[in-house]
């Protein structure tokens, strides 16, 4: 007798087994392209010789730590309160901004406002150095260079088309008729904005404040032309400017201060996870 092929039931395992194998591989590739960089900035930064590593002679102390947060003149302290503040100004600012006209955009009809909305994402294809000639002439001539307004301004135009589309694409999922109902029960438009629209905007908003707080936190162009030294220096100009500092690539002293300064991002990223993944994902469902 001629011998059977596998059956339906083998087959259909076989091909789960082989799906499983390559979700398994994906992730571990994904994984460890994503996180090779993070663990091998942590090992330089707690090596007591950073070049043993590569030596096989490692010994681990948090003495490049200590170095960095206890040295006065590598001010890292103060390039993170000074990222902080102006990311946290222009996040919020561009928040603002970013809330009311994507509102004006999803429920007021006027018209030319898919263009407007079409207008402000072809500007954000702009490259930053577009724009550094005239954005410092401007800055100098307030008599703002080297000072945290000076960020805050560029930071928010920078970051506003982001913010734009995010709350479009939320507002965009919720019913208009919830508006028009509240209105025929006497409601204006500023109690409807502010008692209906917002708090059921409000992942939204968080996951939108969380997103341009990392983007302009992680900004290092505008930075480092618009300011001079660690009074309104960023965390990102601040690391970069420890070669100079030192004479040398200090790497073990480079590999804490950028641990320290991914730590705020890091940890906001941990704590509001879910209510950026919620943001983010509900103005994809419609009703």
């Known amino acids: 007798m001629a011998e059977l092929g596998p059956s339906r039931e083998d087959l259909v395992m076989r091909e789960q087994r082989l799906r499983v194998a390559w979700l398994a591989g994906g992730v571990a590739l994904t994984l460890g392209v994503s996180l090779a960089p993070i663990l091998y900035m942590v090992a330089v930064s707690l090596l007591a010789i950073p070049e043993g590593l590569m030596e096989g002679g490692a010994r681990f102390t948090l003495h490049h730590y200590r170095e960095v947060l206890s040295c006065g003149s590598l001010h890292v302290l103060d390039y993170l309160q000074n990222s902080v503040l102006v990311s946290a100004t222009a996040a919020l600012a561009g928040t603002s901004l970013a809330t009311a006209a994507a509102y004006a955009i999803c429920r007021l009809p006027f018209p030319g406002r898919t263009g407007v909305a079409l207008g402000v994402l072809g500007c954000s294809l702009l490259p930053q150095i577009s724009a550094v ?141 879910r209510r950026m993944v919620q943001g983010l994902t509900a103005g994809a469902v419609r009703g």
């Open 133 to 273: 000639g005239w954005l410092y002439r401007t800055m100098a001539a307030l008599g703002w260079i080297n000072t945290l307004q000076a960020l805050v301004l560029p930071y928010v135009a920078w970051c506003l088309p982001l913010g734009l589309w995010t709350m479009i694409s939320y507002l965009g999922g919720i019913p208009p008729e919830i508006d028009r109902a509240a209105r025929v029960d006497g409601a204006g438009l500023t109690k409807v904005i502010l008692r209906i629209v917002l708090p059921l905007a409000a992942p939204g908003l968080v996951a939108t404040f969380l997103l341009l707080f990392v983007f302009c936190f992680n900004e290092f162009l505008f930075a480092l032309l618009l300011t001079t030294d660690w009074r309104a220096q960023t965390i990102p100009e601040g690391v970069a400017a420890f070669q100079g500092l030192h004479g040398e690539l200090p790497w073990g002293h480079i590999m804490a201060a950028s641990a320290l300064a991914s730590a705020p991002v890091v940890a906001i990223t941990l704590a509001f996870q």
